[in-house]
Structure formats: structure tokens, C-alpha cells
């Protein structure tokens, strides 16, 4: 495999070299070129020379001295105007090689001609044109002008591959007779150097000017033929300056395509020859780098790219963008600065084919390994929770193969991944997906209702909701503290911070509901840390660590509540039989032992009612509220009458409210309220008892009704409350109320005594889906609340979801 990547990075480094150095001379490469130029040679024009002056044969001339062509006499007028300016040079930019009608136009402008200096461009014949004297390929001006001509050279331009002409020739001819451009003739730039040699009849093209221009048409100063044939024009604008005759006026004269020529396209000859004359003065040419060069330039951006792809390999498209905005930039500052043109076609075109092999190869040998792991994946035989997939035909087209088996090994994960999350998903133990630093990336249903909002949410819902979340900061309300003292805390807290995170929070926690669960972890994945994970289990031991409390609750109260009446009636016989009148009991002796079986007997049935109350043997059906109230104060009725209490129901007659309940347990939490608020309440006091629809005004058959048991009695400290609401059952401060008060209502026994009737009461409306509370000072009385669900005109009862809240 690395050879085969050697091979192809040589080749890569040896071809397409070559093969660009083929296309870079190739006719759309070069029209790249000369269309990035002409772009560049816009950016790098420069200001006209001020010493250059066009007369114009523009459309006004025309128009004021008639048609094309003119007589000669009127161009020996121009000169003899002229003449007394003392011009630097004249380029009469007219082709003077036919006589006219009338010989004496030609004398008069071959005697002004005399006057000043005037240059005469050559008219290019090519085969046309005789092959003897002295300009052989071209048809020189009539002899009498000729001999009075300054300079005589030719004009002509060569424009490029895209019609364009941006270059002409200093030297222009056949062997032995070349002849300078009429330009470099009134600039004093001809070359001297000897011309190569080359066979007979070879035309050449020696010494280029490749052109800088001023600008679009009309960038020289220009003034109009006719404001200078009569004297319009000051002596001052002609003094000393080059002076160019020539026709600007639309289809007068050449028209020549150039990259400044704007808007119109073309520009006039007589401009063209204005922009050439300019370069020759100031030494202004654009060169071009010798074939050496032009090789360097064009094969070293390939090698540089192909290094850094080999270094940088997923930071291709940077490379190849940047090295060919490198080499733009690098033209363009050569262009500005230098005037050397380094033409960025061919090295851009060699960096995008680059890019494109280099891509092409990486996803082949990309494409090759996905093959070769697919068909290694399709082959694994199927686990022991993965159904067998179905033999399917082979592709009879081998390049389809690989498709089949890629295809076949996305379904086999796709069906294993769904079918670890639905496991996951639906497994009743809390799971989670932590990352090494004990963020969570996934977790299940049963994580959610554990840790989140407590509800069963949808798969969606329950992933946002504990995603990215710090298990070590979620647990950390909820641990569950250690014995000890602070020191020792301390110590171990120091010793936990060293310790890996799923170390310091093993153990057992418990939720603000109460439901306690412990944290078990094991790593999956790599060895490395940044490549591991852990699956996190938090099975719930709420019912076990519930079964234990209650067997310790009965344990206790088996040995000390039950045994208490028993031994102090034991006690009692004893005392009785080592008196001296054992024979006949007293009568307190007889109404002790009285009250320590009932208290037995009492305790008996509040562990059979509690027994009741907290099973799940529960007759629900509509029951009317206000019945329930009357029949739990008329079985207190007797217990209140003993106390002096009043008991007092505040219902309303009219009222029909109904709940799903049972009646007869619910009664029986009634009336252990009602019984524990005689109990603790002053002679001739009161104790209220009443209820209060409150309806849901969005839903007519629901909302909840509210029952009241308030009394008069001596109250509770906020601390006794609150043990009493959340001490487990209720049942130690309720029991050691009743050892107070027993002993003092012996004679007329209560409906219920309260040994365990908190805890039946807290059970009852637990199962009832209601909520209990409780207000209550010193000396101002308690009152309790039960909210229960309300249904009204309900045609069978149902049993409410919600968690009991005190």
C-alpha cells in the first residue's frame, strides 16, 4: 500500500509537470493568458506623455472639409502651418504611395514636407509588394516624398492569439532588409544589434514591443485637424512636441483591438503608434521570462503544492487555493512593479489538475479500505442476540460486490444499534453513557425518571434533558453521607479528590422522593482516556431498603409496644400478690389491668387497620363525601361527650360531591383525625370538621375537595410538626401521645385509638392519590388538611398515579 502511494506521488511529480509544459503553448492556455494580461495591463497603464500631441482626422474635420480622401495640397497646408512651430517630429500617418490627379499637390506637399521633420510609414504588401530595392515586402511613399521624408519605417502591429494587439516589432522584413518601426525611428530607439540569420524569403519579426498603454481611447491630448489648418490652435500646444496626423473618425483609417480600448473595443491607429512612441522614450516594455524560466515557473508551484499535500494531507483545498492565489498575486506584483509578465494560466491550470488527482487518489485508496473493512465486517458471523441476515444473490457485476457487502454491513450495525437502544431504552434499571470526565451522552428512561423531572418522557425529550450534564455534580446533593466525625469527613474527602470519579461516587443515594439507588460503573472502548467511556448502572433498592425500615419499625414495636401492656399487668399481679389482702383484688388493681388489655387490644386493631391501609385491597367507587364526614363524627360522638368536646360539621346540605374512594377506609382516617384532635383538645372546646369543593374551571370533572379537622387544643412547636409529618408512619410521636391519654379516658373508650393512626391516615390518603397537611401553634390548636382528587357525576372510580406530598 505505501509503495503503491511512492509510485504514484513520483508520477504525480514527473507528469504532469511535462504535460503542463505541453498545455501551457496550447491555444486555450494561451488565451488564458492574454485574458488575465489584458486585465493587468489596465492596472498597469500610466499617465500619457505630455510632449506627444495627436491632430486628429476626426469627424468634425470631415465635416468642414469635406469628404475622404482630401487633396494633397491641404496636407502641404497642415505642414506649411506647422512649419514656423519648429515641431519636434511630424508622423503623417498616410499612405502617399499612389501620385494624385493633379501633380501640383504633390510638389507643394513634398516642398513642405522639406520644412520641417516629417515621418512616412511603409504600406505592408507581403507577396504583393516586389521582392527588389530597398524595402522588399512593403510599398513605400511616391519617391518625392521619399527623399524629402525624415524617417521611412514600417507601422504595422501583430496582434495575438485572441485578436488582441498588445505587441509590435522594433525591426520588421525579409532577411537583409529589415526595417524599423517608423516610432523607434522619430524616438531615436532603433536597435543596432546584427539581426539573426535565417533562409531567404524568411519574413522576421526582430526586437518586440510588448505595449504599456496611457489608458482608453482619447487618453493623449488630441486636437482637431481643421483647428490647426487655420491657425485655431496656439503655437505654444505645438512647439517642440511629437506630432501624429492621423484619423480617429469611425471607419477612417485602421481600427485596432487593444486590452485599453474601453468601451468601443478598438482604438486608432494614430493612438496606438501615440502609446508606442510614449514606451520607447520612457524605456517602458513588458518582458516575458525566457524559456527556462517560463519552465521553472510553470513546473515549481506543482512540486511545492505536491510537498505539502504529501505533509498536509487534509488541508488540500488550502494548499492548491493558496498557492494559486500565490502565484496570481505574484504575476500581478511583477506586472505592477517590473513590468515582467509571468503569465499564472498555466501553474493555476497545473495546481487545479493537481488538486483533482490528489483528491481523486486519496478517496480511491479511501474507498478501497471501506471495501476491504465492509467485506471483513459482512463476513463476521452473526452474535448471539443478531438474527441471521438472509442470503441474498451475489452481484454479478464485481464492481457491485463491494456496494452489496457495504450495504449488508450497514444493515447488520443498523439493526444491532437499534436493537441496543430499544434494550437500553426499555431496560428498567437507570442507565448512562458517560465520557471519561463523567459527562453524560446518553442514558435511558428509567436515568430520566430517576434523576430528571420524575415523568416518563419520550426518547427525545429524556436525551436533551440530562445530555452534557456532570454526573458528579448531579449526584452531588444526593449522596448519602458516611458516619463519622468531622476530621475523619475531612480525610476521606482530601483522599476521594485523587481518586478517579466513578471511585469517589460509588455507593447509595437517595432522591428528594425518597427513592434510594446505588452507582455502578464499568469502562468500554480503548485504554486510552480520551478514547474510553463508561456505562453507568444505578439500580434502584428502594423497595429493599423500604422492607428493611419496616421490618425494623415491627421489630420495635413487636418488643416494646405489644410487651409494654403485658408486663405492666404482670407487674400489677405481682404487686397484688405480695400484698397482704390478696384474696380479693382492689377495684384499682381490676380497672389497671383493664386498661393495659384494652391498650393491648387497641394496639391490636390500629396494626390491623394499619395492616389494611397499606395493602392494596382497596374498593374504590363514588362515594358521597358528605356522608363519609357525618359517619365519622357520629362514631366519635361518644368519645367527644366523655371529654366535654364539641364536634362540629360545617357541610353544606346541598352539596352532592362525590370521589372515587373507599368509604370504610377512609372513614376510618377520618375519624383517628377526629380522635386525635378530642384527644388533645381543652373541656368545652370545639373541633370543626368540614370540606370544600374547589372544581377545575378547564376541566368540569376535576379538580380536588379539601377536608378540614381543626381543634382548639393545646397545639404543637413548629419542631413537633414537622416530626410528626415526616417522621416514617408517624407513629413514635402518636404512640407516646396516647400513653398520655389513655389513662385519663379509661372509661369511655375512643372509636379509634391513635397508636398507629397517623400512619393509617397517611396510608389512606396515599392510596387515594391526596395530599395531607397540617398548620398548628402553641396554645392556638392544629388543624389538618386532606386534598383528595374530585370527580363529580363520575361512573366508575379510578385510582389516582401521583405520589403522596405532605
Not at 463476521?380 to 464492481?399: H, I, N, Q, R
Not at 420524575?454 to 455534580?473: F, I, M, Q, V, W
Not at 367527644?640 to 346540605?653: D, I, K, P, S, T
Not at 382548639?712 to 408512619?729: D, K, N, V, W, Y
Request: proline share 8%; charged share 20%.
Amino acid at each position: 500500500m505505501r509503495t503503491r502511494l511512492v509510485i504514484e506521488r513520483l508520477l504525480m511529480a514527473l507528469l504532469l509537470p511535462m504535460a503542463m509544459l505541453v498545455l501551457s503553448h496550447r491555444p486555450f492556455v494561451m488565451q488564458l493568458h492574454d485574458a488575465i494580461q489584458a486585465r493587468m495591463l489596465r492596472l498597469a497603464s500610466h499617465a500619457p506623455a505630455a510632449d506627444i500631441l495627436i491632430i486628429a482626422i476626426d469627424e468634425r474635420s470631415l465635416r468642414e472639409l469635406g469628404r475622404w480622401p482630401w487633396p494633397r495640397q491641404t496636407h502641404a497646408r497642415l505642414l506649411e502651418q506647422l512649419a514656423p512651430h519648429a515641431p519636434r517630429a511630424v508622423l503623417l500617418d498616410l499612405f502617399l504611395t499612389e501620385p494624385s490627379i493633379d501633380p501640383r499637390d504633390d510638389e507643394r506637399l513634398a516642398l513642405a514636407m522639406g520644412k520641417l521633420p516629417v515621418y512616412l510609414p511603409l504600406l505592408h504588401a507581403g507577396v504583393l509588394a516586389p521582392m527588389s530595392g530597398n524595402w522588399p515586402g512593403f510599398l513605400p511613399p511616391l519617391a518625392m516624398f521619399a527623399e524629402r521624408a525624415r524617417g521611412i519605417g514600417h507601422a504595422g502591429l501583430t496582434p495575438d492569439i485572441d485578436g488582441v494587439a498588445r505587441t509590435l516589432y522594433l525591426r520588421e522584413g525579409y532577411p537583409g532588409h529589415l526595417q524599423p518601426y517608423v516610432g523607434a525611428l522619430m524616438a531615436d530607439s532603433v536597435p543596432s544589434r546584427v539581426p539573426a540569420a535565417a533562409p531567404p524569403g524568411t519574413w522576421l519579426q526582430e526586437d518586440p514591443l510588448r505595449l504599456l498603454f496611457a489608458g482608453p481611447r482619447g487618453s493623449y491630448r488630441t486636437v482637431p485637424y481643421v483647428s490647426v489648418l487655420r491657425g485655431e490652435v496656439p503655437g505654444d500646444l505645438l512647439r517642440g512636441k511629437l506630432l501624429l496626423v492621423g484619423a480617429t473618425a469611425p471607419g477612417l483609417g485602421d481600427q485596432t483591438l487593444t486590452p485599453n480600448a474601453s468601451v468601443r473595443g478598438v482604438l486608432p491607429g494614430v493612438e496606438v503608434h501615440a502609446n508606442a512612441i510614449d514606451d520607447l522614450l520612457h524605456g517602458r516594455n513588458v518582458r516575458v521570462l525566457p524559456p527556462p524560466a517560463y519552465a521553472a515557473w510553470t513546473v515549481v508551484p506543482l512540486w511545492i503544492a505536491l510537498w505539502l499535500l504529501i505533509r498536509m494531507a487534509r488541508h488540500a483545498l488550502p494548499v492548491a487555493f493558496g498557492l494559486a492565489t500565490a502565484c496570481l498575486l505574484l504575476s500581478l506584483a511583477a506586472m505592477l512593479a517590473r513590468h515582467w509578465w509571468l503569465p499564472p494560466a498555466a501553474p493555476i491550470l497545473g495546481l487545479a489538475i493537481l488538486y483533482l488527482l490528489w483528491i481523486w487518489r486519496r478517496l480511491e485508496s479511501q474507498f478501497a479500505y471501506l471495501r476491504e473493512r465492509a467485506q471483513a465486517l459482512d463476513m463476521l458471523p452473526a452474535g448471539a442476540f443478531e438474527m441471521p441476515p438472509a442470503l441474498a444473490p451475489a452481484a454479478a457485476d464485481s464492481a457491485q460486490r463491494p456496494k452489496q457487502a457495504l450495504d449488508r454491513a450497514i444493515a447488520r450495525v443498523q439493526r444491532m444499534q437499534k436493537l441496543m437502544d430499544e434494550a437500553m431504552h426499555t431496560m428498567p434499571v437507570a442507565m448512562l453513557i458517560c465520557d471519561e470526565e463523567g459527562r453524560i451522552v446518553s442514558s435511558n428512561a428509567a436515568a430520566f425518571c430517576l434523576l430528571g423531572a420524575g415523568a416518563l418522557p419520550s426518547r427525545d425529550g429524556e436525551a436533551a434533558a440530562l445530555r452534557g450534564l456532570l454526573l458528579p455534580e448531579l449526584l452531588a446533593p444526593l449522596g448519602v453521607a458516611a458516619a463519622g466525625d468531622a476530621a475523619a469527613g475531612d480525610s476521606m474527602a482530601a483522599a476521594a479528590r485523587h481518586l478517579h470519579w466513578t471511585e469517589r461516587l460509588h455507593g447509595e443515594y437517595q432522591t428528594r422522593e425518597a427513592r434510594v439507588f446505588r452507582l455502578e460503573a464499568a469502562p468500554f472502548g480503548a485504554a486510552a482516556p480520551e478514547d474510553r467511556g463508561w456505562v453507568v448502572a444505578l439500580p434502584e433498592l428502594t423497595a429493599e431498603r423500604e422492607a428493611q425500615r419496616q421490618r425494623d419499625e415491627w421489630r420495635r414495636f413487636l418488643s416494646h409496644d405489644l410487651r409494654s401492656p403485658q408486663v405492666t399487668i404482670l407487674s400489677l399481679l405481682s404487686m397484688h400478690g405480695a400484698g397482704t389482702d390478696a384474696a380479693s383484688p382492689s377495684p384499682d388493681l381490676l380497672r389497671a389491668i383493664r386498661r393495659e388489655a384494652e391498650r393491648t387490644l387497641t394496639l391490636a386493631e390500629d396494626f390491623m387497620d394499619y395492616t389494611e391501609a397499606e395493602s392494596n385491597d382497596y374498593r374504590f367507587a363514588p362515594t358521597h363525601l358528605g356522608t363519609v364526614l357525618l359517619d365519622a363524627r357520629d362514631q366519635v360522638w361518644p368519645y367527644a361527650q366523655a371529654n366535654g368536646v364539641r364536634v362540629e360539621a360545617r357541610l353544606n346540605e346541598a352539596d352532592e360531591t362525590t370521589v372515587p374512594a373507599d368509604g370504610s377506609l377512609l372513614t376510618r382516617a377520618i375519624v383517628n383525625l377526629l380522635n386525635n384532635a378530642i384527644r388533645h383538645s381543652r373541656r368545652d372546646s370545639c373541633v370543626s370538621l368540614g370540606m370544600e369543593a374547589m372544581p377545575d374551571p378547564q376541566h368540569p370533572t376535576g379538580g380536588t375537595v379539601r377536608i378540614t379537622v381543626g381543634d382548639e387544643g393545646l397545639g404543637m412547636t413548629a419542631s413537633q410538626l414537622q416530626a410528626l409529618l415526616t417522621t416514617p408512619r408517624g407513629r413514635r410521636l402518636a404512640m407516646a401521645d396516647e400513653d398520655r391519654t389513655i389513662a385519663t379516658h379509661a372509661a369511655v373508650p375512643a372509636a379509634r385509638g391513635m397508636g398507629l393512626g397517623f400512619s393509617v391516615v397517611r396510608a389512606v390518603v396515599q392510596q387515594h392519590g391526596g395530599r395531607i397537611e397540617a398548620q398548628s401553634a402553641p396554645g392556638a390548636g392544629t388543624t389538618f388538611w386532606i386534598t383528595l382528587p374530585l370527580r363529580r357525576g363520575a361512573a366508575r372510580a379510578e385510582r389516582a398515579g401521583h405520589p403522596l406530598r405532605t
